[in-house]
């Protein structure tokens, strides 16, 4: 089942935003697999934003993800990479669609909230980045058939 990499960044734990945005995860029917509230190393975050070096705003980035505890999350689901990314909203809120998380709590880019996995491959790298094996929790939703069953 396709996993996807989910931070919510140090705005989005400073102003209290945690429990709304796994509430919408949840809502939406994807699955919590592993979480945990972390202090971001330099190391972790430069190698996390690898694809950023020498964009104008990467020291910047670097700085803003390792000045306060980040949520880091890891959620199951068919399409959880795109499903995520809808949910999470446009990269820039002011360009994300009403509902969405970026747009409902946020105005800049540079205090956007949240990150999530692009594509499938990047989610495995980025899982693998910020989570051991055994921080991935496998187990079975009562009510699963309710929530992904086909007819
Ligand atoms: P994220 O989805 O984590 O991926 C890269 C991050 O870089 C992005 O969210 C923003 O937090 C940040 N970012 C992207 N573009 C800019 C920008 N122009 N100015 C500041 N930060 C940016």
């Known amino acids: 089942m396709e996993q996807t990499l989910v931070l919510v960044k140090p705005d989005g734990v400073q102003r209290g935003l945690i429990g709304e945005i796994i509430a919408r995860l949840e809502k939406r029917g994807l699955k919590l697999v592993g979480a945990k509230l972390i ?3 330099d190391s972790l975050a430069r ?3 690898a694809i950023h070096i020498g964009k104008p705003f990467y020291e910047g980035l670097i700085q803003y993800i390792t000045a306060a505890p980040v949520m ?4 199951e689901g068919e399409n959880s990479v795109n499903a995520v990314r809808q949910t999470m909203g446009s990269t820039d ?3 994300a669609t009403p509902g969405t998380i970026r747009h409902d709590f946020a105005l800049l ?3 956007n909230l949240t990150h999530a996995s692009d594509s499938p491959e990047n989610a495995r790298n980025e899982i693998s980045l910020w989570f051991e094996k055994d921080e991935i929790v496998e187990w079975q939703r009562l009510n699963e058939d309710w929530i992904t069953g086909g007819n």
Do not use: D, G, T
Not at 72 to 75: C, G, H, P, R, Y
């Open 47 to 49: 190698e996390h934003y």
């Open 72 to 75: 880091a999350m890891v959620w």
């Open 109 to 111: 880019i540079s205090r």
């Open 39 to 41: 202090q971001v190393a």
């Open 93 to 95: 809120p002011v360009k």
